[in-house]
């Protein structure tokens, strides 16, 4: 069955160049819209037509079931500028079967990956002078699907609403590429066993503010989870995986929680693991307790550790802070392992490096 094309419905208020040049000189993370959306409704048990419309406001009912009991899961990926001039997004199938796990563990109906692909690249061929040349910049697309259902009895809504909308961005840590200081959490934790831990629904990301914020009360940039099980293994840090540099007779081990169920599967985590391959390092998916972390660092075998994720790519993790200890790894400064995975995986996504994996899927 062919999916059908989006409608295009363009914006008459839409930014001149000079309006949008100016706005995309600082874009930061997630401030920014472009001057469209897609949206593409799900009623009678299938989907109707997709539309890109001018960027603005949804009307919701009241008592729509998102509001109440949070049927709600998004993805995030980006289109980068070529050399050439041409525009490319990183690995956005993966993200379109992510979307769909997520919405099956939410009761949401999938949306077929050729949609998802089509709705994306008629939202940035529309957008594209939306698209940041620099590098380290790209053009961030928020895909995401509410239940609409105005009702407000427990059960999965019959009606759902995909949007994406798309967002120009650089750093995602106002610091840039500076090494952040994480807060193990001994309070809270992200996700249990049988939980939505692998699942990108919002829940997961509200049930994480407080945790959040108290790391931030105690000096610290960013939270790392515990299993919600022994509280002793590492799982992700915020919305964020974890990866771990080793140095075992000189050369690099690239260690990262392994997924158990209850951890993000992260795209840049298992593009990390591959590009990791490339460079000729060798990698494990592990299970690392808070000890180990901390005894590994003290004895020297662990020399860097670092954080990825599609919005900041890849986040040195300079200070450790947890109940009575703290440390520091590689003299809380960033790391040549870290920096050279992150040049590679930054070199494939720009076009400046092969793309021998064919992770980039050309739009326009
Ligand atoms: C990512 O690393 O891309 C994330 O999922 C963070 C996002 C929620 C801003």
Same mark, same amino acid.
């Given at each position: 069955?062919?999916?059908?094309?989006?409608?295009?419905?363009?914006?008459?208020?839409?930014?001149?160049?000079?309006?949008?040049?100016?706005?995309?000189?600082?874009?930061?993370?997630? /401030?920014?819209?472009?001057?469209?959306?897609?949206?593409?409704?799900?009623?009678?048990?299938?989907?109707?037509?997709?539309?890109?419309?001018?960027?603005?406001? !949804?009307?919701?009912?009241?008592?729509?079931?998102? !509001?109440?009991?949070?049927?709600?899961?998004?993805?995030?990926?980006?289109?980068?500028?070529?050399?050439?001039?041409?525009?490319?997004?990183?690995?956005?199938?993966? *993200?379109?079967?992510?979307?769909?796990?997520?919405?099956?563990?939410?009761?949401?109906?999938?949306?077929?990956?050729?949609?998802?692909?089509?709705?994306?690249?008629?939202?940035?061929?529309?957008?594209?002078?939306?698209?940041?040349?620099?590098?380290?910049?790209?053009?961030?697309?928020?895909?995401?699907?509410?239940?609409?259902?105005?009702?407000?009895?427990?059960?999965?809504?019959?009606?759902?609403?995909?949007?994406?909308?798309?967002?120009?961005? %650089?750093?995602?840590?106002?610091?840039?590429? /500076?090494?952040?200081?994480?807060?193990?959490?001994?309070?809270?934790?992200?996700?249990?066993?049988?939980?939505?831990?692998?699942? /990108?629904?919002?829940? *997961?990301?509200?049930?994480?503010?407080?945790?959040?914020?108290?790391?931030?009360?105690?000096?610290?940039?960013?939270?790392?989870?515990?299993?919600?099980?022994?509280?002793?293994?590492?799982?992700?840090?915020?919305?964020?995986?974890?990866?771990?540099?080793?140095?075992?007779?000189?050369?690099?081990?690239?260690?990262?929680?392994?997924?158990?169920?209850? !951890?993000?599967?992260?795209?840049?985590?298992?593009?990390?693991?591959?590009?990791?391959?490339? !460079?000729?390092?060798?990698?494990?998916?592990?299970?690392?307790?808070?000890?180990?972390?901390?005894?590994?660092?003290?004895?020297?075998?662990?020399?860097?550790?670092?954080?990825?994720?599609?919005?900041?790519?890849?986040?040195?993790? %300079?200070?450790?802070?947890?109940?009575?200890?703290?440390?520091?790894?590689? *003299?809380?400064?960033?790391?040549?392992?870290?920096?050279?995975?992150?040049?590679?995986?930054?070199?494939?996504?720009?076009?400046?490096?092969?793309?021998?994996?064919?992770?980039?899927?050309?739009?326009?």
């Amino acid at each position: 069955m062919s999916t059908p094309d989006i409608l295009i419905q363009p914006s008459t208020t839409a930014l001149s160049a000079a309006e949008r040049e100016k706005l995309m000189a600082s874009p930061g993370f997630g /401030k920014l819209f472009t001057d469209h959306m897609v949206t593409i409704a799900y009623k009678d048990g299938a989907w109707q037509q997709g539309q890109v419309k001018p960027y603005g406001p !949804l009307t919701l009912a009241p008592s729509a079931s998102v !509001l109440h009991y949070g049927q709600a899961i998004f993805e995030g990926f980006k289109a980068f500028m070529q050399p050439d001039g041409s525009i490319g997004t990183f690995r956005p199938e993966a *993200n379109a079967e992510r979307f769909n796990r997520s919405a099956a563990r939410l009761a949401m109906p999938a949306l077929p990956v050729e949609l998802f692909m089509k709705a994306a690249d008629a939202l940035i061929n529309i957008d594209k002078g939306w698209v940041p040349k620099n590098v380290g910049e790209s053009l961030y697309l928020r895909p995401f699907m509410i239940a609409t259902d105005a009702f407000l009895g427990v059960r999965p809504s019959k009606e759902y609403l995909f949007v994406m909308i798309a967002s120009p961005a %650089g750093a995602y840590f106002p610091q840039g590429v /500076k090494p952040v200081t994480v807060w193990i959490s001994e309070d809270y934790v992200r996700a249990a066993p049988g939980g939505t831990g692998e699942a /990108k629904c919002a829940g *997961n990301y509200a049930a994480s503010l407080l945790a959040q914020a108290q790391a931030q009360d105690e000096g610290c940039d960013q939270v790392v989870w515990l299993d919600a099980v022994q509280r002793s293994y590492i799982e992700e840090m915020g919305g964020m995986n974890l990866f771990f540099v080793y140095n075992e007779n000189g050369k690099p081990v690239i260690v990262t929680p392994e997924l158990t169920g209850t !951890l993000l599967p992260g795209v840049t985590r298992r593009s990390l693991l591959q590009v990791a391959k490339d !460079l000729g390092y060798e990698s494990r998916e592990v299970k690392l307790t808070a000890q180990q972390w901390r005894d590994d660092v003290a004895s020297g075998r662990m020399t860097e550790v670092f954080a990825c994720g599609t919005a900041a790519v890849i986040t040195p993790v %300079g200070h450790v802070k947890a109940k009575g200890y703290n440390f520091t790894i590689n *003299n809380g400064e960033n790391g040549p392992v870290t920096m050279a995975l992150r040049d590679a995986l930054l070199g494939i996504q720009h076009g400046t490096k092969p793309d021998t994996h064919g992770w980039m899927h050309k739009v326009c």
